[in-house]
């Protein structure tokens, strides 16, 4: 309160000796009030508060003689604000020159520039941020890794460094923690993800989504489990003729005609058959061969025996009532 009051003290005294341009006075009364307000002070106890405070020296009475007397070390203050910016200046010189070297491929003469200007400013991110480029492009991703999290970690809403960790994770083989990191990135850039960000998180995810899909193989389907099964049945049928086919051999023989399809289609019951549509009723409404057609649909529609027709006596006597006419 006493420094608002000197203050005040300060502004009454530039109105009285017309320090302040009569335009502005208004202005310094306004100010005036707004202070007493602010910190809750009489504005009529400056003068007095200024004796007793402060040995009746005014404001710009302190000042003068705050100027008078240099401090301890207080040439040498300009002197390291002098060197801390020139320090900055060296090692934004030598991350152009690792950009430089970047842009030329020099990928090892990069990161050497880009760690001498970490040597001079060890936190900069984007010193961090670039010589993770440059390790990723020399193939050394650990140490790219190392740099993007060192990165992070001084400052988490630079993105570029997530940029730098999920292509490191990526060339490593590790496209979940590629995918994590690239999320961040997108997460950290707001509504609107840079391209490369987004770009660089599909691929992540789609490198995610193949491996989960030859994790689980394939199942077979329903068609490849019966094939083996219906292979066997042919070739293990008793009969079977080249191929897993039936032998028709035995059968156009017992029919009397030669072997083969051929022999079946020329024997002399099939001719009759053909001749005779009755024939072919009667032929249906033999319970022998009724027998025979429900055998073979029971059989999921696999070729009968061809032996055990050939030897069955009914179908022989029903043979050779056709051949005798």
């Known amino acids: 309160k006493e420094t608002a009051l000197q203050i005040i003290n300060f502004l009454k005294s530039s109105v009285e000796k017309k320090e302040v341009n009569e335009d502005y006075v208004d202005s310094i009364d306004v100010a005036i009030d707004c202070i007493a307000d602010a910190f809750e002070v009489n504005k009529e106890e400056d003068s007095a508060t200024v004796k007793t405070s402060f040995r009746g020296k005014s404001l710009q009475e302190i000042l003068s003689e705050f100027k008078d007397q240099e401090p301890a070390g207080e040439a040498q203050v300009p002197v390291h604000v002098e060197h801390d910016e020139e320090v900055v200046k060296k090692a934004d010189e030598l991350k152009l020159e690792g950009n430089k070297a970047m842009a030329r491929k020099d990928f090892q003469g990069a990161v050497d520039k880009y760690t001498e200007a970490l040597e001079l400013t060890p936190k900069n991110v984007i010193y961090l941020s670039n010589r993770a480029a440059a390790y990723s492009s020399l193939r050394d991703h650990e140490k790219a890794i190392e740099d993007a999290n060192a990165a992070i970690a001084i400052d988490p809403s630079y993105s570029k460094a997530y940029s730098r960790l999920g292509l490191a994770y990526y060339a490593l083989g590790k496209p979940k923690d590629a995918l994590e990191a690239y999320k961040k990135g997108m997460e950290s850039e707001g509504d609107k993800p840079t391209e490369s960000m987004k770009k660089g998180y599909e691929t992540a995810k789609k490198k995610v989504e193949e491996s989960l899909n030859v994790a689980a193989p394939e199942q077979p389907s329903t068609t490849d489990r019966s094939t083996p099964s219906a292979s066997a049945s042919a070739n293990s049928s008793t009969g079977a003729g080249a191929g897993g086919l039936p032998d028709l051999g035995g059968l156009a023989s017992m029919l009397g005609g030669a072997g083969g399809l051929e022999g079946i289609l020329n024997s002399p019951i099939a001719q009759q058959m053909m001749q005779d549509?009755?024939?072919?009723?009667?032929?249906?409404?033999?319970?022998?061969?009724?027998?025979?057609?429900?055998?073979?649909?029971?059989?999921?529609?696999?070729?009968?025996d061809l032996n055990s027709l050939m030897n069955n006596p009914m179908l022989r006597n029903l043979a050779n009532q056709f051949m005798q006419g």
């Open 277 to 304: 549509p009755n024939l072919m009723s009667n032929l249906m409404n033999n319970p022998a061969l009724s027998q025979m057609a429900q055998n073979f649909g029971a059989g999921n529609g696999q070729m009968p």
